[in-house]
């Protein structure tokens, strides 16, 4: 009998090492193992430095209508490993060069059952892992509708988390910082407290989700390559605290719609003792494929100012009138109707932005509510669906492109959609055409209210291949895309790097909303930025915007220091200096660092980082030697300590100084600042101290002998 229990044993111990792999990272530092349990379900398990950081974690998607779904009962039929190291150029980037170095190991799996067959394909990174699921050709699996997918993160402990509530719709909540024990009590407030209120659950959140242990390990989740596929989202279960994949699903409650030869996003997982090494990694990007765009020429970062901020504050508006023109066969006439003499993008409006922009070297104009319709969305029916070819009367499309081109401006057109994509997509050819002829390169969109026709979510697989569509289309016109209200980023902005920005979070429109708390955005960089750029518009220089609104009365929750500072620490090819013109001239020394700044980088350091409390960084301006540095800071004053070490040695240089004055606060000094110049070498130190809810911004430039 013993003999009989140790030959058993013997056989069980080489079955478990037969369904077991292992596979470490580049640098030694990380192992993941993958293992089958007993009932064949598939599990991972990561450690880092020897230390566990997700525990053994189970793998596998349920099925809709289906007699067995793809989560158990599976035997290891193949491995196999590869490593991969390139080195790759972004058309636009925080880096000029990109290294791209992971050890493989893709495993497939046979269900015994139903003789279907899954390939799980990890890859291990120097700064986290990432793995998806993979669906060959195969005779017992074509097409197959996913109820649900399982994959956990198992945590080791109760750690601390910066989330925002699981919603379908709306990623625009400020971050709530507490223990994963405390998400389920703090979720619902956080919901109710912001308008779309469809949270899936009291525990779920959204990704890109920042944890930090209590031994000081930084844990970044989030996935990449989200294309035909549901977003995640991650649902906690509080009592063993395992986050597990919650998709968005569509109108009719299914959560995606597959046909093999296919594959999901991958699920990431960034790992770090270092919170600077979570900014800096591009495991992300590295997810995705290369450019698709071959000729990329057209591509530019850019920086601009546009009619926005006046109409987001209330001082002006999108409508032309505040009636309703009468409408036959499908045409306005505004002849009837009484302008409200508050619409914003008129003739003479945007030509003094152009002048603006021309005089103080931008590249572009941004114009809201330029074409019919503002006046039925706004007043009579959030159905409304725009044309994107009609203006306003009183905006003079071609006679505007002339202008600017005079000025050396571009224009960007903006497209609201209202939700209505199907509308969106029959029109989009001729609204891209008309964009060419007239001289736009760019556009931004917009997708606020209910998506039509069928409600979906605006994160669910059908809504994200619109997105994709959008984009892909957009590319074959040489038009960027500036997507707001669409699905978060994750990476795709390397496929096509036409997508030069997102808004996917909240940006500093709500702080004309009531504000958004003033370490926003000390955690952006580590959540909403780590799927790619967002199109933030930050450089607000008048805070209390009774003064640009009387019935306004909110207050931007940051001081003038910390607004230069985002143009850094936000990286984006796509920036905005989004304050009225005549904000600017009041402050016209503080907005020399707003013209200085670069959008477009060839290195990146980042000099100190704690999520939700600072970030500070330093950028080469591409083609330059010069610098720019950012810091931004979150509740409590602190004193940040820099070294210039990263400047070229035996060079010397003048760094302007923009920082918080000696009373500055975000709440009732936030205007105070000071300017200064000093020089410095590669071996300079500097102690600046940054105010509460504030910060500094430097530009660093070459001393040319």
């Known amino acids: 009998m013993k003999h009989l229990l140790y030959t058993a044993l013997f056989y069980f111990l080489i079955l478990q090492c037969a369904n077991s792999q292992q596979l470490k990272s580049p640098n030694g530092k990380f192992t993941m193992e993958f293992t089958l349990q007993s009932d064949g379900t598939p599990r991972y398990s990561l450690t880092y430095k020897d230390k566990i950081v997700i525990k053994p974690s189970k793998l596998g998607l349920e099925l809709k209508n289906d007699k067995k779904s793809l989560l158990n009962d599976f035997t290891v039929i193949d491995t196999k490993t590869a490593t991969f190291d390139e080195n790759w150029k972004p058309v636009w980037g925080e880096v000029a060069s990109i290294r791209n170095y992971y050890n493989e190991l893709a495993v497939t799996l046979n269900q015994k059952e139903t003789d279907r067959q ?93 944890l930090k242990t209590v031994d000081g390990l930084y844990i970044n989740l989030h996935e990449a390559a989200l294309i035909n596929y549901s977003c995640m989202h991650l649902n906690l279960d509080d009592k063993n605290m395992i986050f597990e994949s919650w998709l968005t699903p569509d109108a009719k409650g299914d959560k995606g719609y597959m046909q093999a030869p296919s594959h999901s ?32 020429s057209w591509i530019k970062p850019v920086k601009y100012v546009g009619v926005w901020w006046e109409m987001i504050t209330g001082k002006s508006s999108w409508a032309y009138t505040d009636e309703f023109p009468t409408v036959q066969l499908g045409v306005s006439d505004f002849s009837k109707v009484k302008p409200n003499g508050k619409h914003g993008a008129n003739t003479n409006n945007v030509k003094k932005y152009i002048d603006f922009a021309a005089k103080n070297g931008f590249d572009a104009v941004l114009v809201e509510g330029w074409n019919e319709g503002w006046e039925d969305w706004f007043g009579h029916s959030k159905d409304y669906v725009f044309d994107f070819l009609t203006p306003y009367p009183d905006f003079d499309v071609k006679g505007l492109h002339e202008y600017a081109k005079s000025k050396g401006i571009k224009m960007i057109m903006h497209h609201e959609t209202s939700g209505s994509t199907r509308n969106y997509e029959r029109h989009m050819d001729k609204a891209y ?62 496929t096509y790097p036409n997508l030069i920005g997102n808004e996917a979070a909240r940006g500093t429109e709500y702080q004309s909303f009531g504000g958004s708390k003033p370490n926003h955005v000390t955690v952006l960089p580590f959540t909403r930025l780590v799927g790619g750029p967002m199109d933030y518009t930050p450089g607000i220089f008048e805070m209390d915007l009774s003064k640009i609104n009387p019935d306004n009365h909110s207050h931007v929750n940051s001081t003038l220091a910390n607004q230069l500072a985002l143009y850094v620490t936000m990286y984006s090819p796509l920036q905005m200096a989004a304050d009225l013109p005549e904000n600017y001239d009041r402050f016209a020394d503080a907005f020399q660092f707003v013209k200085d700044v670069a959008v477009d980088w060839s290195d990146s350091k980042y000099l100190e980082a704690e999520p939700g409390q600072y970030v500070t960084v330093a950028r080469k301006a591409k083609r330059t030697n010069n610098w720019f540095i950012g810091n931004v800071n979150g509740y409590e004053p602190r004193t940040s300590n820099i070294n210039f070490a990263f400047l070229e040695k035996g060079k010397k240089y003048t760094a302007t100084i923009y920082a918080d004055g000696k009373d500055a606060n975000y709440k009732t000094n936030s205007q105070a600042y000071t300017v200064r110049k000093i020089q410095v070498t590669n071996t300079s130190k500097l102690s600046q101290l940054s105010a509460a809810g504030g910060g500094y911004a430097i530009s660093i430039i070459e001393n040319k002998k």
Request: glycine letters at 6%; one cysteine or more; a negative charge.
């Open 265 to 296: 996003p991958w699920r990431t997982i960034i790992i770090s003792d270092d919170a600077r090494e979570i900014l800096a990694s591009k495991m992300t990007l590295n997810l995705n494929d290369p450019s698709k765009i071959e000729d990329t």
């Open 118 to 210: 899954i390939v799980i394909r990890f890859r291990l990174f120097d700064d986290g892992l990432g793995f998806r699921y993979e669906f060959p050709s195969q005779k017992n699996l074509t097409y197959f509708v996913i109820k649900e997918e399982r994959t956990q993160f198992a945590m080791t402990g109760d750690h601390t988390a910066f989330w925002i509530p699981g919603d379908y719709d709306t990623q625009e909540y400020d971050y709530t910082t507490s223990k994963l024990s405390e998400i389920r009590g703090l979720s619902e407030k956080a919901t109710t407290a912001n308008v779309s209120q469809k949270s899936f659950s009291t525990t779920g959140v959204q990704t890109s989700l920042m």
């Open 433 to 494: 055409q008309f964009m060419k002829d007239n001289g736009y390169d760019a556009v931004k969109s917009g997708y606020v209210g209910d998506i039509l026709p069928r409600g979906e979510n605006h994160y669910d697989q059908w809504i994200v291949n619109h997105y994709q569509y959008a984009v892909e289309k957009a590319a074959d016109y040489k038009i960027m895309v500036n997507a707001h209200e669409a699905v978060h980023p994750t990476g795709i902005c390397r």
